[in-house]
């Protein structure tokens, strides 16, 4: 955990050294519009985002929220798990979509929501679901939904002004200066892009360790997680596309799920489908070799690279 505290840290610590860069940058420039300007617009438009996300959510993914009588055991789970995590109990939700996730919306603790959809349901058994619902609850209890919105401002504010620098209509002879400012704005963008969605990936990691802490075993979250990569590989190109707004919220991106098989191959040594805690322990003692299109498919994306992801589950098997 401390290491993962340690990563979280130096990269708001980067980032904001980037801002402080940039600003200088500005400072030195001449003619271009204030760093602040672009600061302002950017907050006030993550800020609207913010504010009517669970309603696009809502709307995109159908879901429909259910009370105690509606889904008995589902609904308990949660109620368990939100108590075990002393947090207030999230509003719980249904979509009727087919693919096998779930995910965590809403503005805060106190408005949190968590929807499963129906092709989770019908795929993992009580144990994997219950893991996968202390993951989105963590995801609340962590307010990563906040978290990710604001840091997702420094690379908003740093393309709007890269644009600004790059095509500025001034025609003196600082113009090449700020041309070349504007080229730096998009490197810091694309830097700060990146170091956004390792931040994205950082969450994951804590969302996981919050389910173990839930009381969940790491085995029955590794099952679940393998479970998810091959009920989406089964999916259409036309499901999938249903839910390329969302993947970022979900326990795993399904646009993956054909290349993570290959290697969660090897991790199901007796064929089963599931992951069992001798199989964890096995893959604790190997080494993860990853490509380099598999470095770089991981550093795009929002989640982590799967294998990696199980195997970090694998530490904390004997420790809970």
């Not at 962590?142 to 420094?154: E, F, K, P």
């Not at 830097?191 to 802490?213: F, H, K, M, P, Q």
């Not at 199989?279 to 550093?299: S, Y």
């Amino acid at each position: 955990m401390f290491a993962l505290h340690t990563r979280m840290f130096l990269l708001i610590a980067a980032l904001f050294a980037i801002v402080y860069a940039v600003m200088v940058m500005v400072g030195i420039s001449i003619g271009v519009g204030s760093f602040y300007t672009y600061l302002v617009m950017a907050i006030g438009m993550m800020f609207f985002q913010y504010m009517i996300g669970p309603k696009i959510i809502e709307w995109s993914s159908q879901v429909k929220y259910i009370k105690r009588e509606d889904n008995p055991k589902l609904f308990g789970m949660v109620e368990d798990l939100a108590r075990r995590a002393n947090m207030p109990m999230p509003r719980v939700c249904i979509s009727p979509m087919a693919i096998p996730n779930a995910f965590a919306f809403g503005r805060g603790i106190r408005d949190g929501r968590v929807c499963v959809m129906q092709g989770i349901i019908d795929l993992l058994n009580d144990d994997e679901l219950r893991a996968v619902l202390g993951h989105e609850l963590a995801h609340i209890k962590n307010r990563d939904v906040l978290t990710i919105t604001m840091i997702s401002v420094i690379p908003m504010v740093l393309y709007h002004l890269a644009w600004q620098m790059m095509y500025s209509r001034r025609r003196d002879r600082d113009g090449n200066s700020t041309a070349l400012f504007g080229l730096i704005a998009f490197l810091f963008y694309f830097i700060t892009n990146l170091l956004v969605l390792y931040g994205s990936r950082i969450r994951e990691y804590y969302a996981d360790r919050g389910s173990i802490e839930m009381g969940n075993k790491p085995a029955s979250l590794a099952s679940a997680l393998y479970k998810l990569v091959y009920g989406s590989a089964r999916l259409n190109s036309d499901q999938l596309h249903e839910a390329e707004g969302m993947k970022a919220f979900f326990a795993n991106d399904p646009s993956r799920a054909y290349r993570e098989i290959r290697e969660l191959a090897q991790v199901d040594l007796d064929r089963s489908g599931t992951l069992d805690t001798s199989e964890l322990m096995a893959l604790r003692q190997k080494t993860v070799k990853m490509n380099f299109g598999d470095h770089l498919m991981e550093l795009m994306s929002t989640h982590p690279n799967m294998l990696k992801r199980i195997q970090h589950l694998s530490q904390y098997t004997g420790s809970y």
